[in-house]
């Protein structure tokens, strides 16, 4: 079936720093890939997504490529703020049945 | 556009007892879906609705879990009785339902048993 495998995290940084998120997929057909971000006590709020090979997704200095010939979709931001701390969910959708399927998420600290 | 309301925020409960939330979806989303997030994990489909009917239950565990969407609409989750592993967060999310169309979640509900 579907997967998707994220980075385990905890990841911590300190503000400025250059965050990547690596994301890898395996599915059949062609599925939509998206990032989601999850606030303490909130719930999730899409990022970005991108449709098809090669888009570039990008939203709040977040970007993420989607690879089909590595089935990745890693996100990388080359600047992070303390309010970029968030737990980040990599998904992808197939069209058929229109159903996501998530990673198990990773978890960004950022220190002042 | 209003979000995607869910009720209660909250809810602890003890073993044993009978739980209900509620999700009133987007405006227009025919496309209603239940996940169920675990503590430190993604969130995982319990059930998908298209209008009023169900298209997916599979990984609902029917034998203490039941969910409706009476005029496709408004949604209930109920369990019972509920279970310690049980405990988590049960977010709902709509979409439009056209393909590839993206989830909007809900703020969910957290449920701890005790």
């Known amino acids: 079936g579907d997967s998707v495998t994220q980075m385990e995290?905890?990841?911590?940084?300190?503000?400025?720093?250059?965050?990547?998120?690596?994301?890898?997929?395996?599915?059949?057909?062609?599925?939509?890939l998206f990032w989601y971000v999850q606030y303490p006590g909130e719930g999730l709020q899409l990022l970005l997504k991108a449709t098809k090979a090669d888009d570039k997704g990008s939203n709040k200095g977040f970007e993420a490529t989607y690879r089909k010939e590595t089935t990745s979709f890693h996100l990388e931001k080359g600047s992070v703020q303390v309010s970029d701390s968030a737990v980040y969910f990599c998904a992808l959708l197939k069209a058929a049945g229109n159903k996501l399927t998530f990673g198990g998420g990773t978890r960004v600290l950022v220190k002042p | 556009?209003?979000?995607?309301?869910?009720?209660?925020?909250?809810?602890?409960?003890e073993k044993r007892q009978s739980v209900a939330f509620w999700c009133n979806p987007i405006s227009g989303h025919a496309t209603l879906?239940?996940?169920?997030?675990?503590?430190?994990?993604?969130?995982?489909?319990?059930?998908?609705?298209?209008?009023?009917?169900?298209?997916?239950?599979?990984?609902?565990?029917?034998?203490?879990?039941?969910?409706?969407?009476?005029?496709?609409?408004?949604?209930?989750?109920?369990?019972?009785?509920?279970?310690?592993?049980?405990?988590?967060?049960?977010?709902?999310?709509?979409?439009?339902?056209?393909?590839?169309?993206p989830n909007t979640f809900g703020s969910g509900t957290r449920l701890t048993v005790v």
């Open chain 1, 9 to 32: 995290g905890p990841v911590t940084l300190s503000e400025e720093a250059f965050l990547t998120i690596n994301c890898t997929y395996t599915a059949t057909g062609y599925p939509s």
């Open chain 2, 1 to 13: 556009e209003a979000g995607v309301a869910q009720s209660p925020r909250y809810k602890i409960i």
């Open chain 2, 33 to 101: 879906y239940w996940y169920q997030q675990i503590l430190g994990q993604g969130p995982k489909l319990l059930i998908q609705f298209q209008n009023n009917g169900v298209v997916d239950d599979s990984q609902l565990p029917k034998d203490r879990f039941s969910a409706e969407r009476l005029k496709g609409v408004d949604s209930t989750l109920k369990i019972q009785p509920a279970k310690l592993e049980d405990s988590a967060v049960y977010l709902c999310a709509s979409s439009h339902g056209q393909g590839g169309s």
